[in-house]
């Protein structure tokens, strides 16, 4: 497994022009963390439950992080590369209370920057999980060492909320569509087309083996598909709606179970899980039998390694996709051969999307984020198990 990100890194030096690459770095499962110390329990009834749906960005678990530079000379910055939102904001080296936990941040001081300009304007955006707050500043960017944006706007924050403390990240950056993004600021990926031969960018998530490591992650590749991490074969899929990374799903069907009905899906990189309609999941529980665990508010099930599931089949268009157990059956540390099941239920009241395809979907197959045609491409992701 570990070696993986070598054969990447030799790859990146191979590079054309107008195709560049940031490796991906998981970070560790707070969810797990905290159930193999015994305190997750402890840490939800602290925190207000969302009843019957699950942040867009469930922050409580693991996800994709890259490393980016903002300002001259460059500062460092590990963000959580999120296409469920459409902004970048860092921490401020001014924000006191941002330090965080068992983490030592690498803020953005805006001083030390030459090139730094503040808007003197405010930044606020609202995840499901959390707010942050701060002000908006341009200065300059650069992505995977070799892709730079000159005035990028973005958020310099100095209040975020409870649940940022706990994550191991100096910043977020969004890749979704520019209607998402709040005080109407330009997202990073709009400023990078001019310098990509396609106006697209190819996401490859690695199988993580236990969720509570933090361990490589994958590859995210601006420009161009990533034929080396994934199959030749693309199935295009046209997008619904130009705010997330939204598409129509056809049907489902797991086990015994099949449904077939039109609803809306995002493809989320900033969601661990796999986000589904309540009535769905109820059906899901059944078919692999799950139990609710009422301490950490999660469906248990046999560890698939000494127990079969059914396969997830996601039906869209006229193709069919499918997600093995591997994927959604998840070690969390919970101990007497339990695992959790990585799917999560969501009631949106029939606004936004019902299905919420995040890294449990991502890391079957890579997903490929084309702008220019807007469309979503699916290849299967080749993993190294
Ligand atoms: C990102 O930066 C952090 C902190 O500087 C470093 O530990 C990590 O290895 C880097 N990850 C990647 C994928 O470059
Ligand atoms: C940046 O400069 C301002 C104004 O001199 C000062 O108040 C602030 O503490 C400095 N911040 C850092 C992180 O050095």
Redesign the pocket.
């Known amino acids: 497994m570990n070696h993986i990100p070598i054969l990447l890194l030799l790859f990146l030096s191979s590079c054309s022009a107008g195709v560049f690459q940031l490796?991906?770095?998981k970070s560790p499962s707070f969810r797990s963390k905290l159930i193999s110390e015994g305190r997750y329990a402890h840490f939800l009834a602290n925190q207000q439950l969302a009843t019957g749906s699950q942040p867009f960005i469930d922050f409580y678990d693991d996800f994709y992080l890259g490393?980016i530079t903002l300002g001259t000379p460059p500062q460092?910055a590990?963000v959580i590369l999120d296409t469920g939102s459409s902004n970048l904001w860092v921490i401020d080296a001014d924000c006191i209370e941002c330090e965080g936990f068992a983490y030592t941040r690498?803020p953005f001081n805006t001083n030390k920057s030459s090139t730094f300009e503040n808007e003197a304007r405010k930044f606020s955006i609202q995840y499901s999980s959390g707010a942050v707050g701060g002000f908006i500043g341009r200065d300059t960017i650069t992505i995977g060492g070799n892709l730079k944006i000159w005035f990028q706007a973005f958020g310099v924050a100095d209040q975020i909320a409870d649940v940022f403390q706990y994550q191991p990240i100096d910043g977020i950056l969004g890749l979704a569509w520019p209607a998402l993004a709040v005080d109407q600021l330009t997202p990073p990926m709009q400023n990078l087309l001019p310098q990509l031969d396609s106006k697209l960018f190819s996401v490859y998530l690695e199988r993580k083996v236990i969720p509570a490591h933090g361990e490589?992650g994958g590859l995210i590749t601006f420009g161009t598909i990533d034929t080396v991490n994934c199959a030749a074969e693309v199935d295009w899929v046209p997008l619904t709606a130009l705010s997330y990374w939204q598409f129509a799903i056809d049907g489902f069907s797991m086990g015994s179970f099949t449904q077939v009905k039109k609803a809306q899906a995002i493809s989320d990189t900033g969601t661990s899980w796999l986000g589904v309609p309540t009535s769905v999941l109820s059906q899901i529980v059944k078919q692999t039998k799950a139990v609710y665990d009422t301490i950490n508010h999660l469906y248990i099930v046999p560890c698939s390694t000494t127990y079969f599931h059914p396969d997830l089949i996601f039906t869209i268009g006229t193709k069919k996709f499918i997600v093995k157990s591997v994927e959604f059956v998840l070690d969390v540390q919970l101990g007497r051969g339990n695992c959790a099941l990585a799917i999560f239920g969501m009631s949106n009241g029939g606004f936004g999307p019902s299905w919420i395809f995040g890294n449990v979907f991502i890391r079957e197959y890579c997903n490929i984020y084309d702008i220019e045609h807007a469309r979503i491409g699916f290849a299967k992701a080749r993993q190294a198990f």
Do not use: E, K, R, V
């Open positions: 490796q991906t770095l490393n460092a590990t690498h490589p």
